[in-house]
């Protein structure tokens, strides 16, 4: 397990790939269930409404992957869809781990509000990280560039971030 988190932590770093993965149904799966456990614990320390968990716990994740096997598709490298989908979650886990969660802990510590000049400037960090991050996944699992990585990334985040909009207006 460790050894996998070690890829993990070597992609988000750009010094390895998600070619660097097994295609495992396994990895994936495990990757897929990191990804929303981070997600829970993250929604649970923000004291979210249903309508908010039911998209980042089960749309976002579904979603994700949705996204990343059209990609592929489109792209004609669907024999790639485990090992990338993998490295999208494994590394959206390890980010909210590594910087969502600390940053979200110091700001509750520091009573910053999520409209405060420190919350927005750490929104921006965790955004840009995704996007680069992600990005650099899709860019060598599509053999594309990065700048059409980046671009599904940031396609894919105002995307769920409406989805979000539209949940919470409904909850409310």
């Not at 988000?12 to 994936?28: I, K, Y």
């Not at 600390?102 to 405060?116: R, V, W």
């Not at 940031?154 to 995307?159: A, E, G, I, N, P």
Request: with cysteine; glycine share 6%.
């Amino acid at each position: 397990m460790s050894q996998f988190l070690k890829v993990f932590l070597d992609i988000v770093l750009w010094r390895r790939g998600p070619q660097d993965l097994p295609a495992s149904n396994l990895l994936l799966g495990m990757a897929f269930l990191a990804y929303v456990a981070v997600s829970a614990v993250q929604l649970a320390l923000l004291r979210e409404t249903a309508a908010t968990w039911l998209v980042l716990l089960v749309l976002d994740p579904v979603l994700l992957a949705s996204c990343v096997w059209l990609l592929l598709r489109l792209y004609s490298h669907p024999e790639r869809f485990q090992q990338t989908a993998a490295a999208v979650l494994g590394t959206g886990a390890l980010l909210g781990l590594l910087l969502y969660l600390p940053l979200q802990i110091l700001l509750s510590a520091l009573h910053q509000g999520p409209d405060t000049h420190l919350a927005r400037l750490f929104a921006f960090v965790l955004l840009a990280c995704f996007a680069l991050v992600t990005g650099r996944i899709l860019k060598l699992g599509t053999d594309s560039n990065l700048f059409t990585g980046i671009a599904v990334a940031l396609t894919y985040f105002v995307l769920i971030n409406l989805l979000l909009g539209v949940a919470q207006r409904g909850g409310h």
